[in-house]
């Protein structure tokens, strides 16, 4: 799919979306109904419709996830200017022997 079509199809996957989201499907009109089948008679809009729709639901699986405390954030002492890999490994070098 070339990059002027997917700018195209995305914003109208994600209102095709939303609009079932918001008031299902049945709501739609017979207008709206035919405009549906039309666009999403493409599988190219229709891949991005169904993407649209996994992207919805891997949001809401973060919505679970608790979010650190103020307390839990000012005893963060992560340096953002290094590399994440030597934070991870900070606690688990060996101490040099004397």
Known sequence: MSRK?????????????????MEGPTALSPDESANWARWS????NLAEFRRANRLWKDL???SGIA????AELSADNYDPSKPVSEWLT?????KPKR
């Open 41 to 44: 008679a493409d599988p190219g």
């Open 60 to 62: 809401q699986a973060l």
């Open 67 to 70: 979010r650190p405390t103020p």
């Open 90 to 94: 900070r606690g688990k070098r060996k």
């Open 5 to 21: 079509r997917t700018n195209t199809v995305i914003p109208e996957a994600v209102r095709w979306f939303h609009r079932f989201r």
